[in-house]
């Protein structure tokens, strides 16, 4: 269950010292940087680092439970996105899954061999194919990924109350689609 944000256990963050130099106080512009940019500290950095290593950190989690189910993270990707679909595009796999381009062929020839995906060809597109999930395919699905977010979820619901999940997904779409835009330098982005 979630704990309030005012009863959740505080866990103390890291300096942020060792790699930007002495972190300014909360309200204070430093001028020159103290992280040793040639200009005062960009507001961002007080969340950079924070957010790379929170990031890192739920991939050490993730990775190791889905390992422990025999996967690679771009295989149980790309079965999470098969499941419950009557099959898909090689490009409407690339565009729903975390997996690269460049990737993707390696994890599907994987999976084809463990017998979990069929490739048929696109009755669209001659050139095409259609990637099914096999019955143990099926099966793996309908096993691996309610396991994965139950374990997940106890990591999110002691560190977030719901109403924070809601406060922040916001904010995460928007930089997502600035970083994708690539509107980094072009001011803040209109969302």
Same mark, same amino acid.
């Given at each position: 269950?979630?704990?309030?944000?005012?009863?959740?256990?505080?866990?103390?963050?890291?300096?942020?010292?060792?790699?930007?130099?002495?972190?300014?106080?909360?309200?204070?512009?430093?001028?020159?940087?103290?992280?040793?940019?040639?200009?005062?500290?960009?507001?961002?950095?007080? /969340?950079? =680092?924070?957010?790379?290593?929170?990031?890192?950190?739920?991939?050490? $989690?993730?990775? &190791?439970? @889905?390992?422990?189910?025999?996967?690679?993270?771009?295989?149980?990707?790309?079965?999470?996105?098969?499941?419950r679909t009557e099959?898909?595009?090689?490009?409407?796999?690339?565009?729903?899954?975390?997996?690269?381009?460049g990737t993707l062929?390696?994890?599907?020839?994987?999976?084809?061999?463990?017998?979990?995906?069929?490739?048929?060809?696109?009755?669209?597109?001659?050139?095409?194919? /259609?990637? =099914?999930?096999?019955?143990?395919?099926?099966?793996?699905?309908?096993? $691996?990924?309610? &396991?994965? @977010?139950?374990?997940?979820?106890?990591?999110?619901?002691?560190?977030?109350?719901?109403?924070?999940?809601?406060?922040?997904?916001?904010l995460l779409l928007?930089?997502?689609?600035?970083?994708?835009?690539?509107?980094?330098?072009?001011?803040?982005?209109?969302?």
């Open positions: 269950m979630a704990r309030s944000p005012s009863t959740r256990s505080r866990v103390s963050e890291p300096s942020e010292a060792s790699t930007l130099g002495e972190a300014s106080k909360q309200g204070e512009s430093s001028s020159p940087s103290q992280s040793g940019l040639p200009f005062p500290d960009p507001h961002f950095l007080k /969340i950079l =680092r924070p957010l790379v290593e929170a990031y890192q950190a739920f991939l050490q $989690v993730s990775d &190791r439970n @889905i390992a422990s189910m025999g996967l690679t993270r771009g295989q149980f990707d790309v079965i999470v996105t098969l499941g099959g898909l595009r090689c490009t409407d796999i690339a565009q729903e899954t975390l997996v690269t381009k062929t390696g994890v599907l020839t994987r999976l084809e061999k463990k017998k979990l995906i069929t490739r048929t060809q696109n009755p669209q597109d001659k050139r095409g194919q /259609i990637i =099914r999930l096999t019955p143990a395919g099926d099966a793996l699905y309908e096993k $691996v990924f309610p &396991r994965h @977010i139950r374990h997940l979820e106890g990591y999110f619901e002691t560190s977030l109350a719901p109403e924070e999940m809601d406060m922040i997904r916001p928007r930089m997502r689609d600035t970083f994708r835009a690539g509107a980094g330098g072009q001011g803040r982005s209109p969302a």
